[in-house]
């Protein structure tokens, strides 16, 4: 349970961090959003909870497939925003196509062989 609290504390402190930043210097906030850093996180913690390369293999693979679909959500919410819908109908809408394109990279995905 103390692994877990560690890792939450980390991760909110890493979300606050950017949302401070970002209050700041929008481009630097994005940027430090932009780092894979919680991708990199769980990988720490999936490697010391399991050691097992092929899980972990796994993992970095899916995560890959996965960053690719959820792209889109971060040109379609600024245009949302611009156009003069508000932030949660932009969110919404954002997610929304986040999750048609996750379906749709699993069903593309596993015709080329890639299980996710």
Do not use: C, N
């Not at 679909?69 to 919404?92: C, D, T």
């Amino acid at each position: 349970m103390t692994a877990f609290a560690i890792r939450a504390i980390l991760s909110g402190i890493i979300i606050a961090l950017i949302a401070v930043i970002g209050r700041k210097a929008p481009a630097a906030g994005a940027l430090i959003a932009s780092l894979p850093l919680i991708s990199v996180f769980g990988m720490i913690w999936l490697w010391r909870d399991t050691t097992d390369p092929l899980l972990l293999a796994s993992h970095s693979e899916a995560t890959f497939w996965y960053v690719l679909p959820s792209l889109p959500m971060f040109l379609l919410m600024p245009w949302l925003l611009r156009s003069g819908h508000s932030f949660w109908f932009a969110l919404a809408s954002g997610i929304a196509l986040t999750l048609m394109l996750y379906l749709a990279t699993i069903v593309i995905a596993a015709r080329f062989g890639v299980r996710l």
